[in-house]
């Protein structure tokens, strides 16, 4: 569940902050910042139960509880029941990681599309989507990419009580389960694999950074 809402949030994040930069000032830019300003305030666990009230009380889309239907055997259960179990916690954890990075990207691009290299390709009669390409798509994706495995640890913890709400078995749970039985090793396996868990994506982060910008690469070759 962490790592599809994880890749979600990057995901939709990344792509209303191009939205919301490249159109400044529209209707479709205060929609989406009142949507990314909206959710930054929100608390996880009421996006949660609001989300579970609508789907799964309302609308009977999704489910209500659990990661497989209650009453099957653990072999019987199908992919498409676990994934449809799995949609709606997902997304919960994945709409609340999209606010930081829509509004970090959109100002980002914001400042990209006002630099004076912009302003020499604009007066070459290139499109506002082709400057976005060539030339604003490499200088937001650094930050945004460090950005979003920062949020790792945010995500984690967020978990912990989306878990609860959807009454579905993963790391967040067996925290809290450990902290109700006062489990001590289990609580410190799973602060160790959190840190781990961080620590990782921070290092994935730094060696994306040459293959997205060359010019790091380069820069560090001549370094003495």
Same mark, same amino acid.
């Given at each position: 569940?962490?790592?599809?809402?994880?890749?979600?949030?990057?995901?939709?994040?990344?792509?209303?902050?191009?939205?919301?930069?490249?159109?400044?000032?529209?209707?479709?830019?205060?929609?989406?910042?009142?949507?990314?300003?909206?959710?930054?305030?929100?608390?996880?666990?009421?996006?949660?139960?609001?989300?579970?009230?609508?789907?799964?009380?309302?609308?009977?889309?999704?489910?209500?509880?659990?990661?497989?239907?209650?009453?099957?055997?653990?072999?019987?259960?199908?992919?498409?029941?676990?994934?449809?179990?799995?949609?709606?916690?997902?997304?919960?954890?994945?709409?609340?990681?999209?606010?930081?990075?829509?509004?970090?990207?959109?100002?980002?691009?914001?400042?990209?599309?006002?630099?004076?290299?912009?302003?020499?390709?604009?007066?070459?009669?290139?499109?506002?989507?082709?400057?976005?390409?060539?030339?604003?798509?490499?200088?937001?994706?650094?930050?945004?990419?460090?950005?979003?495995?920062? +949020?790792?640890?945010? $995500?984690?913890? !967020?978990? #912990?009580?989306?878990?609860?709400? /959807?009454? *579905?078995? &993963?790391?967040?749970? =067996?925290?809290?389960?450990?902290?109700?039985? +006062?489990?001590?090793? $289990?609580?410190? !396996?799973? #602060?160790?694999?959190?840190?781990? /868990?961080? *620590?990782? &994506?921070?290092?994935? =982060?730094?060696?994306?950074?040459?293959?997205?910008?060359?010019?790091?690469?380069?820069?560090?070759?001549?370094?003495?």
């Amino acid at each position: 569940m962490l790592a599809i809402a994880w890749l979600l949030s990057g995901l939709f994040g990344l792509g209303l902050g191009i939205l919301a930069g490249a159109l400044e000032r529209s209707w479709v830019d205060r929609l989406i910042r009142l949507y990314a300003y909206g959710l930054a305030s929100a608390p996880t666990f009421w996006v949660a139960l609001l989300l579970l009230i609508v789907f799964a009380v309302s609308f009977k889309v999704a489910p209500i509880c659990c990661a497989a239907p209650p009453g099957v055997l653990a072999q019987e259960v199908t992919l498409g029941q676990r994934l449809h179990h799995l949609l709606l916690p997902a997304l919960t954890l994945s709409i609340i990681g999209v606010a930081n990075i829509a509004l970090h990207t959109r100002q980002k691009l914001i400042e990209v599309l006002q630099s004076d290299y912009v302003l020499f390709a604009r007066a070459q009669g290139e499109s506002l989507w082709g400057i976005i390409r060539h030339h604003g798509l490499r200088n937001i994706l650094l930050p945004a990419l460090t950005l979003q495995f920062a +949020s790792l640890s945010e $995500l984690f913890g !967020g978990s #912990v009580l989306v878990e609860q709400v /959807f009454a *579905y078995p &993963g790391l967040g749970e =067996a925290t809290v389960q450990a902290a109700l039985r +006062s489990d001590v090793p $289990l609580l410190v !396996g799973i #602060v160790f694999f959190s840190a781990l /868990f961080v *620590y990782t &994506g921070n290092t994935l =982060a730094d060696l994306a950074y040459p293959l997205i910008d060359p010019r790091i690469r380069l820069g560090r070759s001549r370094h003495p």
